[in-house]
């Protein structure tokens, strides 16, 4: 499973013998010293983090509130609803994109897609990972802690933020970081939403046709590593409070 990231990180120290970083021609750390070589490449990576941030930020909030509605409330309608939340993860992902391009073609046109048509489409089909991710945390706490807050007199807020909020954190981070995952990732919704916008995965599937710099497995080397970091830091977090508790 990994060996496909050895091979990015590998041959982005490559110097390659023409247009297409395939085969190892010689070791150099050139593609490293200036991964933005290509305007347009770095034009589209920053495309890519911001429509991730924003649809992350969106997505998360929505999805939370909706994970607490499901979890902490019965209302009608309720197991429909759930099972509308897995649609956007059962359904084809090239289904999707053609119905949000037909939706956006009859309604604002195609002049106006964008990065707001890519980043609304981003945030339909994250929800509901979110969702599920935070349901999970949701059903895994132990409702006896709110209620010790609520027995020493904490009001609704003080429970929420002092109690609530920092057991289920951890489960709305893993499932921000999901989010941006799979938005970053994303190409065929992007594709059919974006317009005449491009962003890095769609940068990456033109560059196969056309030039494959080393650039490009600089930039997957680094997202590979930054979220190697980010995991190595959340678990020597989670050992120093274990440890604190011991």
């Known amino acids: 499973m990994l060996l496909p990231n050895a091979v990015i990180l590998w041959m982005s120290f490559n110097s390659p013998d023409g247009k297409f ?10 593609a490293w010293k200036n991964p933005c070589s290509n305007s347009t490449m770095c ?21 939370t509130m909706i994970a607490f509605a499901m979890v902490r409330h019965r209302f009608k309608m309720r197991s429909g609803i759930n099972a509308l939340l897995f649609l956007p993860m059962a359904a084809p992902e090239v289904v999707m994109g053609a119905t949000l391009a037909a939706l ?12 707001w048509t890519i980043t609304i489409a981003h945030v339909m089909f994250c929800i509901s990972y979110v969702v599920v991710t935070v349901k999970s945390r949701l059903a895994g706490m132990d409702p006896t802690l709110e209620r010790a807050a609520q027995d ?8 929420f933020m002092k109690v609530t909020l920092p057991l289920v954190a951890p489960g709305i981070g893993a499932a921000a970081l999901l989010a941006f995952a799979i938005s970053i990732d994303d190409y065929i919704i992007t594709v059919f939403t974006a317009g005449n916008s491009e962003t890095f995965p769609m940068y990456i599937f033109g560059s196969v046709q056309r030039a494959y710099p080393a650039q490009i497995d ?24 274990t440890s604190r508790k011991k």
């Open 21 to 30: 970083n395939y085969t190892w021609h010689k070791f150099s750390l050139d």
């Open 152 to 159: 020493l007199y904490a009001t609704p807020t003080q429970t």
């Open 218 to 241: 600089v930039i997957g080397s680094l997202m590979l590593l930054g979220t190697m970091s980010v995991i190595a830091v959340s678990q020597i977090l989670n050992q120093m409070r």
């Open 43 to 63: 034009h589209s990576i920053g495309l890519s983090l911001e429509i991730g941030v924003v649809a992350t930020i969106i997505a998360t909030i929505l999805g």
């Open 104 to 115: 956006f073609f009859n309604t604002i046109g195609p002049g106006a897609m964008g990065f």
